[in-house]
């Protein structure tokens, strides 16, 4: 009885947590939700669009053609443990970078400078999955991402043979740490909320942003998917664009709000 008391008692403390960070931090989890969900339509596509075809490709070859229906054809699309996976590994992201910028930074006004920078820092990341030339004035040309995806991906190949229950959400947990513009803007707003649960709900919120496309290409497959996401790949810079300039505003607000309370820089 005890222990159910004690959970019961964690549950509520924890969704108390959630709630007063959506309540503060509202603004910057629907600018977060919105970059993955626009972001999705012409970037997650096609990163992860491959991935997303070879699992239901291998979850459907596991079906009896005699079993095969379209609801189940269609519900096979939806990988849900895969989703959480992903969710997982971004929420455990958000929640680190956020925890160790509340330490380092120590509260106060140094947080909220610090928060400003990643939030400008997280418009200029969006901006540029937005408009890649962009991007390409700030990239070293070391090369790492590719490396860094590849060796992902490999680590991964074991677990595509069959991806389904605990082992298609591995494969969800393993493919969430692959590196992409838009990851980083997400985890420099994510980081930017100073808090461990604020970081890991901005973060899974971002997750949840980028599900409705994914889905889409699960159902669809790339050829049909390609026909809407020609005109979205048109549309979605400006949108991202706009969501930048979002995040910039935030940052701005956050700065004239420190000046306003004397917080030195």
């Not at 699309?77 to 590994?89: E, V």
Request: charged share 10%; glycine share 14%.
């Amino acid at each position: 009885m005890d222990h159910d008391l004690a959970f019961l008692a964690l549950l509520d403390s924890g969704l108390h947590t959630c709630t007063v960070a959506v309540a503060d931090h509202g603004g910057l989890l629907s600018s977060l939700f919105m970059t993955g969900l626009i972001g999705s339509l012409g970037h997650c596509t096609g990163m992860c669009g491959p991935f997303v075809l070879s699992q239901v490709g291998a979850r459907l070859e596991a079906v009896p053609l005699e079993r095969m229906t379209e609801w189940r054809r269609l519900t096979g699309a939806f990988l849900i443990p895969y989703h959480l996976g992903r969710m997982t590994t971004y929420g455990t992201l958000g929640a680190l970078a956020a925890g160790v910028l509340g330490k380092v930074a120590g509260g106060g006004a140094a947080l909220q400078w610090a928060s400003v920078l990643l939030l400008s820092l997280a418009a200029v990341a969006v901006v540029s999955v937005a408009f890649p030339k962009i991007g390409k004035a700030f990239d070293p040309g070391w090369n790492w991402e590719s490396r860094w995806a590849g060796w992902v991906t490999t680590q991964a190949r074991l677990l595509f043979d069959n991806p389904v229950g605990w082992r298609g959400y591995g494969l969800g947990v393993v493919l969430g740490f692959i590196p992409c513009g838009l990851l980083y803007a997400a985890l420099s707003s994510a980081a930017s909320l100073g808090t461990s649960v604020a970081g890991a709900l901005g973060m899974i919120v971002f997750a949840l942003g980028t599900v409705p496309s994914l889905v889409v290409v699960g159902m669809a497959g790339h050829v049909v998917a390609g026909l809407w996401r020609k005109p979205a790949l048109a549309l979605s810079p400006w949108l991202l664009l706009a969501n930048g300039f979002v995040l910039g505003g935030l940052a701005v607000t956050m700065m004239a709000r420190i000046v306003e309370r004397g917080g030195a820089p």
